[in-house]
Structures are given as structure tokens and as C-alpha cells.
């Protein structure tokens, strides 16, 4: 978090949440469309199923370490950003889930007491 001396960190553009987290997978839809390649095509080039493929650019699934280094090799769009990326949706869609977020606070009364 961003800390800037008599500005409430709230207000900082970078500390704040989006309302809807982007998966890298639907990034990666736009740029394919863009650059008119199929899914089809991309799957074949990477040497990955199709419905995989799909499934993460439409968000259905997470883009791990291996796919982000077969699309880099594929689109020349680098492998780290997509994995800090996913990281970031992960994050802030494990923290909207609500029976995830009372398991924590159950954790921190009990780590409380040690």
C-alpha cells in the first residue's frame, strides 16, 4: 500500500480495488481478437487443447506458469505480468468470498490468544 504523508492511503489510485477484477484470460481474448488470430489456431501453435485455451479466456480457469510461458513464446507478450495478474484476480476474488473471509477471522480470534 501506498503511503503518502496527510493523504488518507483511500484515495490513492493505486491502493484502490477494482470493482470487477480482470482475469488475464479475458486481456488475452482481446489481444487474440485483436490481432484476428483464432483460438483455434493459438491452441494448435502452443501446442495446448482448445478448450483449455478457451476456458482460461473466458476466465473459467487460472493462467498458470506454463501457459504464460507458451503465450509468450507464441504472442511475445511476457509471462510475468499475466502470473501478477492472476495473482492480483485471485486475491481479490478470495477476499469477496464471504465463507472464506469468516474462516480468516475464526483463524486470527484463535491465532489471537498464542
Request: no cysteine; proline share 7%.
Amino acid at each position: 500500500m501506498i503511503t503518502i504523508p496527510g493523504i488518507d492511503p483511500n484515495m490513492i489510485a493505486n491502493n484502490l480495488e477494482p470493482a470487477y477484477p480482470t482475469h488475464p484470460g479475458e486481456v488475452l481474448k482481446e489481444e487474440i481478437e485483436y490481432r484476428g488470430i483464432s483460438q483455434k489456431e493459438l491452441a494448435a501453435d502452443m501446442d495446448v487443447s482448445y478448450t483449455l485455451l478457451n476456458e482460461v479466456l473466458n476466465a473459467k480457469r487460472p493462467v498458470n506458469t506454463e501457459l504464460a510461458l507458451l503465450v509468450e513464446a507464441a504472442l511475445d507478450i511476457p509471462a510475468e505480468p499475466l502470473l501478477k495478474m492472476q495473482a492480483r484476480y485471485n486475491m481479490l476474488v478470495t477476499k469477496r468470498n464471504n465463507k472464506f473471509i469468516d474462516k480468516l477471522n475464526r483463524v486470527r480470534k484463535i491465532a489471537a490468544v498464542f
